[in-house]
């Protein structure tokens, strides 16, 4: 029995990288394709659900990508959905590879499926020095030590979850702190600790050139965001 897949892309004022990700999308699909708007004022989504056959979801105000995320979670669990693929609207994420996200559940079981950059196989790209000291070495460093489990990728939105994680009361993904960019290691992390089945597949993710603006992650604020869930859940500070 075919299983109801919802893919969502999650949008803030990406002007025309928003169209050029769903561009990519195939015309033939397998699961339903969802655009999340967290609040943008740049005009980049109008006449988008006309245009590309999609259903758009949008905040009145940016509220940050964990709270965006915490929508799509409801609106998947109240229409029925199984698995969820979360996808980045600034163009970085190949929806072509989605395929070797949902493969892993379909066939063999897994409840959680991590897209990786870094194991062979993945690709990175336009990537600030920085960022890839941060997301292929500190972030997964820490990550690994906290959750027990080694990781290559611990940052990367692209990947794909069972959605019946969600109902596991000991996975209270509806709490406050999780609003900016702390839900998507927090629910890692989760997924690990609790002994879900949690795999890694590599795959490409490639920045927009810095002209069309690669991050709205600002330096330290940003990062204690990310960071945060291994502090405190490490710590016993939250559950």
């Known amino acids: 029995m075919r299983k109801k897949i919802l893919v969502a892309v999650f949008a803030f004022n990406e002007g025309a990288k928003i169209r050029a990700t769903l561009e990519r999308f195939p015309k033939s699909r397998d699961y339903d394709l969802l655009v999340m708007d967290d609040g943008s004022t740049d005009g980049s989504l109008d006449d988008v659900e006309r245009q590309f056959g999609v259903k758009l979801l949008s905040n009145a105000v940016n509220m940050g990508v964990g709270a965006s995320m915490k929508r799509v979670f409801d609106y998947a669990l109240a229409n029925g959905y199984e698995i969820l693929v979360p996808v980045a609207g600034n163009n970085k994420d190949d929806p072509r590879e989605i395929p070797l996200l949902l493969r892993p559940i379909l066939e063999e079981g897994y409840d959680f499926v991590q897209g990786s950059r870094y194991m062979k196989g993945g690709q990175y790209g336009k990537m600030p020095f920085y960022r890839v000291i941060g997301t292929k070495v ?102």
């Open 138 to 239: 500190i972030h997964p460093l820490l990550f690994s030590l906290v959750s027990g489990k080694r990781v290559t990728e611990s940052t990367n939105g692209f990947r794909a979850l069972k959605l019946s994680l969600l109902k596991d009361s000991r996975i209270d993904w509806r709490q406050k702190w999780l609003d900016k960019y702390e839900l998507e290691p927090y629910l890692l992390y989760k997924a690990i600790k609790l002994g879900y089945r949690h795999k890694e597949v590599p795959v490409a993710k490639i920045y927009p050139s810095k002209e069309l603006g690669y991050t709205k992650m600002k330096p330290i604020t940003g990062w204690w965001s990310i960071l945060k869930p291994l502090v405190w859940l490490g710590l016993g500070l939250k559950k």
